[in-house]
C-alpha cells in the first residue's frame, strides 16, 4: 500500500519481484512454471505491489535437472530429452522478452 500512496516516489525506486517454479505447494499449488504461467504471475506482483511496472523480475527455481535445497540425486528423467528441456528454457526467456517489452 505504501506505493500505492506515494507514487510521486515511484521513479526513484526500483522494484523487484519474483516468480518461482516447481516445488512450493503454495504456489500454483507446486507445479513447475511454463510461459503461459508468467503473465499470470507477473499480474499478480503487480496487483499486490500496487504499481504499474516492475523494474527487475526474477526466476527462482526454473525447471531443469539440477540438485536443490541439498536434495541430492535429482530426476534425470524431468525431461524425456536435452532437446524437450532446452526448449523449455528458451520458452521461459521467449515469455521473458515479451513482458520486458509489455
Given at each position: 500500500?505504501?506505493?500505492?500512496?506515494?507514487?510521486?516516489?515511484?521513479?526513484?525506486?526500483?522494484i523487484?519481484?519474483?516468480?518461482?517454479?516447481?516445488?512450493?505447494?503454495?504456489?500454483?499449488?507446486?507445479?513447475?512454471?511454463?510461459?503461459?504461467?508468467?503473465?499470470?504471475?507477473?499480474?499478480?506482483?503487480?496487483?499486490?505491489?500496487?504499481?504499474?511496472?516492475?523494474?527487475?523480475?526474477?526466476?527462482?527455481?526454473?525447471?531443469?535437472?539440477?540438485?536443490?535445497?541439498?536434495?541430492?540425486?535429482?530426476?534425470?528423467?524431468?525431461?524425456?530429452?536435452k532437446?524437450?528441456?532446452?526448449?523449455?528454457?528458451?520458452?521461459?526467456?521467449?515469455?521473458?522478452?515479451?513482458?520486458?517489452?509489455?
Open positions: 500500500t505504501w506505493l500505492a500512496k506515494n507514487k510521486e516516489l515511484r521513479g526513484d525506486l526500483i523487484a519481484s519474483k516468480m518461482v517454479g516447481i516445488g512450493l505447494p503454495w504456489i500454483r499449488e507446486g507445479k513447475g512454471l511454463i510461459a503461459e504461467d508468467m503473465q499470470e504471475a507477473v499480474n499478480g506482483s503487480l496487483e499486490r505491489m500496487q504499481t504499474e511496472y516492475i523494474d527487475l523480475y526474477q526466476l527462482h527455481w526454473p525447471q531443469r535437472g539440477v540438485n536443490k535445497f541439498g536434495q541430492m540425486n535429482y530426476d534425470e528423467k524431468a525431461f524425456t530429452s532437446e524437450k528441456e532446452e526448449a523449455h528454457i528458451l520458452s521461459i526467456l521467449e515469455a521473458f522478452d515479451e513482458l520486458r517489452k509489455q
